[in-house]
Each structure stands twice: as structure tokens, then as C-alpha cells.
């Protein structure tokens, strides 16, 4: 694998990855086995060329040294580029509202601000992170560490969800549910599972599994108090309970109850 200085061929790249001008690609370079490519984009301006005369009076055009930015290289995986995955990079010195932009991401997080979005995205639609790695074509590690910072609050995303309309939905395979088995959880949507994130109220709870999950929720949900991170949780814990259905009896059978005498 090496890296090629092609100045046309880096900015029909660049291009490609949704990057526009003034910034420009100054190399990049591209695996055919591994399928990736890495771009190397500044926002400085093309060094223009120097002309020297020879022995002879002629003038003569010197490709003038390109001046490279002085800070630190800073990398973020960004959308994929055709079949190949791609990873920004620059060492241009970045300030706050370049970290916004859609081809770079935020400081110590894996991805660009777009493929965050997208990340976000599935999980808040209670997508597995497995899925979300094999569909993105994301490491897990990265995924992981993406999902910490959201967790710990240290980030924050706008999502809207999709709205459904009529009586047809479509189910992620992390929550369908044959028609045909009669299930004690109740809906994603009830507000009982609001309350129970919240602290608002509290049931028995004999399963030490349940109990440590309820206590990293409400944990997470305490560092960051929006409505999309609140259903990112209440998509967690639904999901865990409808997959631990036959060992939450006791715990279910209270559920079912709080939800039916609120609703009452």
C-alpha cells in the first residue's frame, strides 16, 4: 500500500467523499485488497509555481515546495467512497466550527460528524451494535468507543424519529416478534418504561442482571437528559427484557400491572 501525490485523482476522491472546495486534497492513498482509502484534505491554498530563467534566458516553471500544515494529524472514518471505506485525515490546525463540519468529526471520536449521524441513528432505533458494524461497515472497538462517549454524555446528537403511518411498521430483527407468540412485555411506546429509566417509580426486582441495567441506565440518562438519548435507553432496556422474557416472570408479571393501572 502506498501513497500517491496524483493531484487530480485525490481531488476526484475527495469529491467523491462530499468534501468541497477551498479545501483540496493534497495525497491519498488507496488498498485495493483491504478496500480503504485514506485522504489527506487541507484547507491551504495550491503553492503556486516559480519561474527561474536557465543559461540560456528562457523562463522555465519550478514546482514550488508545498508548505504542509503544522499541527497534529487528526483522522476520522467517514462515509464509504464507492466500495472502499475511507478515513479523513488533515493537519491543519482546527478550531470549533471546523469540528462541526460534516466530512470531519469531534475531538477523540472515531467517526465524521456524518457517519455519526448515521451510527446514532441505528442505535436509537434499538438496531444491535453487531448489525450496526456488519451494515456500516464499522470495527466494533470504534463503534464501542462511540457509544461510551454518547453514554457518558461527553457528545450529543439531534435525531428524529421515523413516523410511522397507518398500521404497517417495519421491525429491525432485534425486536420483531412473531405475531403468533403472545408476549407479557409490554409496548416500547408505553409510558412505563419512562418511569422506570427515571426512577420515577420501582418494582421488586429479583434478577441481579436486571437490577445492574437499571443502574447503568439511569446512570447514563442522569449525565444526559435529552429526548433522544432518553429513547436510545428505553429501546435498550425493552430490548433486554423482551429477549430475557422467561426469567423476568416476576419482574414482568409487575410491569404488566403498573402499565395496565396507569393506563386505567
Known sequence: MEAFPSVAIADSLMLAAGVPRPWRATQYRMDEI??????????QAQPQAEKKRNWFGMATAQPATQ??????????????????????HT???????HYELPWFGQPGLPFSNRLSHQVFACLAEGVEMSAV????????????RFKYALDQGLVKFEYTPAKKTGATTTATPSTFV???????????????????????????IKTLSLQLMFTKLRQQFSLQQ???????KLRELHRYVERNERSLGYELHQFR????????
Open 34 to 43: 483491504t478496500k480503504k482509502i485514506h485522504l489527506w484534505i487541507t484547507r
Open 67 to 88: 508548505a504542509m500544515a503544522t499541527g497534529p494529524e487528526m483522522q476520522w472514518r467517514h462515509l464509504n467512497v464507492m466500495n472502499f471505506t475511507c478515513q479523513i
Open 91 to 97: 493537519t491543519d490546525p482546527l478550531d470549533a466550527r
Open 133 to 144: 458494524c456488519a451494515m456500516l461497515d464499522i470495527p466494533f472497538t470504534d463503534l464501542w
Open 178 to 204: 412473531p405475531s403468533t407468540l403472545a408476549s407479557n412485555v409490554p409496548d416500547v411506546t408505553d409510558p412505563i418504561w419512562e418511569r422506570l429509566i427515571t426512577g420515577e417509580i420501582s418494582v421488586q
Open 226 to 232: 435529552d429526548d433522544e438519548v432518553k429513547l436510545m
Open 257 to 264: 400491572e403498573l402499565a395496565q393501572a396507569q393506563s386505567a
